[in-house]
Structures are given as structure tokens and as C-alpha cells.
């Protein structure tokens, strides 16, 4: 169940809403035209939880809130730092389209926000998106790469995997995994938090998935065979519209 609610006075305008998810429920509050914050809890059973929100509802009108349209589509949606990645702090069009638990894994490697590069440009993405006004989400890989982490970018989309890879490139091997896994983390992490992706970080992500796959075949790494999670990756993201 969802609800959305508005209190506003002379000195105050702020939006409350509630939804739940299995047995867990989101609170997400705060100033209108802010994200908020978020509080998510779990409770015995999916009928506990929406007879939480249900009361949680009646105590906010009992306070004056009322009812309001809530924009779904154009609220930035952020994780809670307590709880992590979850499908009620992702915009509804990600859960939508990316449904695989992958995408909530925090712990494999190959997932997007799995590995520490992934995670990390997940959470410095968060923080630009909500501080900064005039924010290139296309340009954000190079940025952190290169001013945050002072290491090197290599775009994707310029990698020969055959010919990055040969004895004499073997140095190149830790810019373009970290520069697929920054690429790879900020584009899940765009429709993550926006519902909506950036063409060019979009074909940017497609080569990053396609140059970690064959770089595994190539060097070897699990059974040395093509990933069931990048192409499940691959195929998601291919077919994903705004």
C-alpha cells in the first residue's frame, strides 16, 4: 500500500508518505521539494505492517496533514545508510526494470553496486546528485577516477579488450576494471535514484559490461566462462526506456 500527505502552514510545508513492501514499511519524510529521509521497518507479517501504516496514516491527519498527489516519477529516491540497498528507496521505474535480487546485492563482485569501486561511486553519486545544482552524471566516472581517487579512467567504449590485455598492456588491467565498475555503478545508480539515464553513460555501461565479460574469459577468472550475471545485466539494461 502507498499514502501520501501534506502539511503545510505558515511556517511549514512538509510531505509525509508511507508504503509497504512484503512485511516491511517505508516512512519517507521531510521538507517539500526535498528527498527526505527515510526510516524502513520490518514487521511480522505483510498485514502487521500495512495495520502500522494504516495507524501511522490516522495519526498524521489526527496532526493536520491531508492528502496529496505524490510525485512518484520525480522524487530522487536515496537509500537509508542503516538499511542499504532496497527496492523501497529506488525510483519505481529500477524496480520495475531491473526486478533481479543482483541489484540489491551488496556483496558479489560482478553486481553493480557490489564491488567496492561500485559501491563507492554509488554513494559519491548520491551525495553529488543531492548537493550540486548543475551535476554531469556523464562526466561523473572521469571526475571521481580521476579528482577524487587520483587513479586513471579509461572510457569504456575505447577499450580493446584483445589488445588492453596482451602481456606487454598488463598494468592497464586494474584502470579498466575500476573504470568499468565506476561506469557500470553510475549508470544503474542514475536510474537508481532518477528513473532515467543518460544516453551516452548508457552506451558508456553497455561497453563496460561487455569489456568485463570477455576480460573474465580471457584472464580466467570464475570458470573462465561468459557471466550469467552480466548478461542478465547486459539484457536489463538493454531494454531499459524512460
Request: hydrophobic share 35%.
Amino acid at each position: 500500500m502507498k499514502a501520501s500527505l501534506k502539511f503545510t502552514e505558515e511556517k511549514a510545508d512538509k510531505f509525509w508518505r508511507v508504503e509497504t513492501l512484503g512485511s516491511e514499511l517505508l516512512v519517507n519524510y521531510g521538507k517539500s521539494g526535498t528527498s527526505g529521509r527515510n526510516q524502513i521497518k520490518e514487521f511480522a507479517s505483510p498485514e502487521a505492517g500495512e495495520a502500522q501504516a494504516r495507524k501511522l496514516i490516522q495519526g498524521k491527519l489526527k496532526k493536520g496533514y491531508v492528502d496529496f498527489p505524490f510525485d512518484y516519477d520525480g522524487h530522487r529516491y536515496f537509500d537509508d545508510e542503516e538499511v542499504g540497498l532496497h527496492r523501497l528507496t529506488s525510483h519505481p521505474r529500477f524496480v520495475a526494470c531491473f526486478a533481479d535480487d543482483l541489484y540489491y546485492d551488496c556483496g558479489d563482485e560482478e553486481a553493480p553496486f557490489g564491488s567496492d569501486e561500485g559501491s563507492d561511486a554509488l554513494n559519491m553519486l548520491a551525495d553529488c546528485m543531492r548537493t550540486q545544482k548543475n551535476f554531469n552524471i556523464v562526466e561523473f566516472p572521469r571526475w571521481l577516477i580521476e579528482s577524487q581517487w587520483e587513479m586513471t579512467f579509461i572510457e569504456p567504449v575505447s577499450i580493446d579488450v584483445e589488445e588492453a590485455l596482451k602481456p606487454e598492456n598488463k598494468a592497464l588491467e586494474p584502470d579498466i576494471y575500476q573504470s568499468c565498475q565506476v561506469v557500470m555503478a553510475t549508470a544503474f545508480g542514475q536510474v537508481k535514484i532518477t528513473g532515467s539515464l543518460e544516453p551516452a553513460l548508457k552506451a558508456s555501461a553497455m561497453a563496460a559490461i561487455e569489456c568485463l565479460d570477455r576480460m573474465g574469459v580471457q584472464l580466467g577468472w570464475g570458470d573462465g566462462k561468459p557471466s550469467a550475471i552480466l548478461d542478465q545485466m547486459r539484457k536489463d539494461l538493454a531494454t531499459f526506456t524512460q
